[in-house]
Nanobody, 116 residues
Framework: QVQLVESGGGLVQAGGSLRLSCAAS????????LGWYRQAPGNQRELVAR???????DYVDSVKGRFTISRDNAKNTVYLQMSSLKPEDTGVYYC??????????WGQGTQVTVSS
């Protein structure tokens, strides 16, 4: 199974920015679909953004225009650039790795807290 290690979370004021990184071990990174999910207290985990092997992206409506997902296959790393952060963006952010025919892999999560 792929090991995923997230970094970049923290405390930021509303309107600020953060960049999350997720480094993956193992093979086949370039043909995987990668995603960022978040979970706020009392809420279900939700998909925030994902990027396909071809580089196609999609986002949950609430982050469109503010967040950008990208990948660097040479570094086996996926990023989430978050700008114009809002208190409702607060939660634990998880990296997700999908490869056809294998179970999903998840990172341990990184906390993002946006103060008002």
């Amino acid at each position: 199974q792929v090991q995923l290690v997230e970094s970049g979370g923290g405390l930021v004021q509303a309107g600020g920015s953060l960049r999350l990184s997720c480094a993956a071990s193992g093979m086949f990174f370039s043909i995987s679909t990668l995603g960022w999910y978040r979970q706020a207290p009392g809420n279900q985990r939700e998909l925030v953004a994902r990027i396909s092997r071809e580089g196609m992206t999609d986002y949950v409506d609430s982050v469109k225009g503010r967040f950008t997902i990208s990948r660097d296959n040479a570094k086996n790393t996926v990023y989430l650039q978050m700008s114009s952060l809002k208190p409702e963006d607060t939660g634990v952010y998880y990296c997700n790795y999908k490869l056809v025919g294998t179970p999903d892999s998840w990172g341990q999560g990184t906390q993002v807290t946006v103060s008002s």
